[in-house]
């Protein structure tokens, strides 16, 4: 149950007609209006650092102004750390007397055991792949980054502050469908790739990689970031993963995005910045 704790707090860390303006601000920042209302889109990094504030001011008054903050989901509601437990085992475990060791090949077994220990590896090895890749990516990530700097933490706990009223985009068990819809072949590809990096990267190189992404997300480059955020998943092999965390949950987006323009006026959408960039974003699907 202790590993089960912790890989549930990595996996919640991860239309009318329009005129678009990207606001020359620091962060991936758009502003996109109606007739009837007015939608500010900010993208999110989920962990973050200090120095990633303070934020521009122009994204600081527009949520002030806005009646309703839109995220992917409220990652403070405990009742969402219930859903994710109950949900991972239900869908994220293997039926008793199964494990990874059964699905994996032998090559991808031992670099699970090298990068996790064989203590570790013996505890989580009932796990299936797309949770195993949530806990490994996620535990690089906190050892340079936190989550209480993330943007998302941040402006949801600015809305409690203010009685701002939250609303999420999509539920637990949809975010968590992403990716355990994921064929169980791609999640092994996606998995076995992850760990040949980790095998190469020194702490350095990690730290390294952090730190581009948050120079490319406070400086809004918008090119750099869906490099260092969307690079790997277009080449050969990821296209399947890149459908189902990205594009199909940015249709989804859009969709709840689109709904909520008939109830509110001014809306401040805070979601992952790689929804606001590639192909098929987000923002250009509230454009077309």
Known sequence: MRYLKKIVFYL????????????????????????????????????????????????????????????ELDITDPKNVFKAQAYILKKGLYKKGDSIENHADPELVKDLKEVLGEENFEKIKFYKPWVLLFQISSSLAYNT????????????????????????????EEQLDAFSEIPEEDQLKILKSNLEELKDLKDKKI??????????????????????????????????????????????????????????????????????????NVVKLLQN
């Open 12 to 71: 919640l860390i991860f239309i009318l007609l329009l005129n678009f303006i990207f606001c020359q601000t620091k962060g991936v920042f758009y502003e996109i209006s109606s007739d009837d209302s007015r939608v500010y889109t900010l993208g999110s990094i989920h962990l973050g650092t200090p120095d990633l504030y303070p934020l521009d001011p122009i994204i600081e008054k527009a949520f002030e102004k806005s009646e309703v903050l839109a995220v």
């Open 207 to 280: 730290e390294e990689y952090y730190s581009e992404l948050l120079n490319a997300y406070k400086n809004g480059d918008k090119e750099k970031l869906e490099e260092l955020l969307l690079g790997d998943l277009k080449k050969e092999g990821y296209d399947v993963f890149y459908q189902y965390v990205y594009i199909k949950r940015n249709f989804r987006f859009a969709e709840r995005i689109k709904s909520l323009m008939k109830d509110y006026k001014s809306i401040f959408v805070v979601i992952g910045a790689g929804h606001l960039i590639g192909e098929e």
């Open 145 to 172: 980054l936190d989550v209480k700097y993330g943007i998302d933490f941040y402006f949801i706990n600015k809305a409690e502050e203010s009685d701002k009223k939250i609303v999420a985009l999509e539920t637990v």
